[in-house]
């Protein structure tokens, strides 16, 4: 199976420049844990989740007051994948990195995210 089969989109994502308040309103609309973070032309610049937001809150519990913007949570260490290649190898990237979603890329073209919970449901399809 390829990541292009497993992948979720399309890509729900937060420009840089938003705050927590517009993160949190993003998850519970779309009903998803994290979201690439982009600039403001379209450039991929990290990703957000609900652990950053956590770990932000835990180091400051006035984050929510302040206005934090999600550049100050975000992590920018991504791990993009290609949408050919094999979900082993992804789960595996996944793995050792120790992530819970990565992004899906051909030629600079943000295209999906997989997370931990799309593998789980291929477990459970799998199983039943």
Same mark, same amino acid.
């Given at each position: 199976?390829?990541?292009?089969?497993?992948m979720q989109a399309p890509v729900h994502s937060i420009r840089f420049?938003? %705050?927590l308040q517009d993160f949190d309103q993003l998850l519970l609309e779309q009903n998803i844990s994290g979201a690439p973070v982009l600039a403001a032309d379209g450039e991929l610049l990290g990703l957000v989740s609900k652990t950053d937001v956590v770990r932000s809150y835990n180091e400051d519990p006035l984050i929510f007051q302040r206005g934090l913007k999600i550049w100050e949570i975000?992590? %920018?260490e991504v791990l993009v994948v290609p949408s050919e290649q094999d979900v082993r190898e992804t789960a595996r990237k996944m793995r050792e990195a120790r992530l819970h979603r990565v992004?899906?890329?051909?030629?600079?073209?943000?295209l999906g995210v997989v997370s931990s919970?799309?593998?789980l449901?291929?477990?459970a399809d799998d199983l039943a």
């Amino acid at each position: 199976m390829k990541v292009s089969e497993l992948m979720q989109a399309p890509v729900h994502s937060i420009r840089f420049d938003a %705050t927590l308040q517009d993160f949190d309103q993003l998850l519970l609309e779309q009903n998803i844990s994290g979201a690439p973070v982009l600039a403001a032309d379209g450039e991929l610049l990290g990703l957000v989740s609900k652990t950053d937001v956590v770990r932000s809150y835990n180091e400051d519990p006035l984050i929510f007051q302040r206005g934090l913007k999600i550049w100050e949570i975000m992590t %920018t260490e991504v791990l993009v994948v290609p949408s050919e290649q094999d979900v082993r190898e992804t789960a595996r990237k996944m793995r050792e990195a120790r992530l819970h979603r990565v992004l899906v890329c051909d030629g600079g073209e943000l295209l999906g995210v997989v997370s931990s919970f799309d593998f789980l449901s291929v477990v459970a399809d799998d199983l039943a």
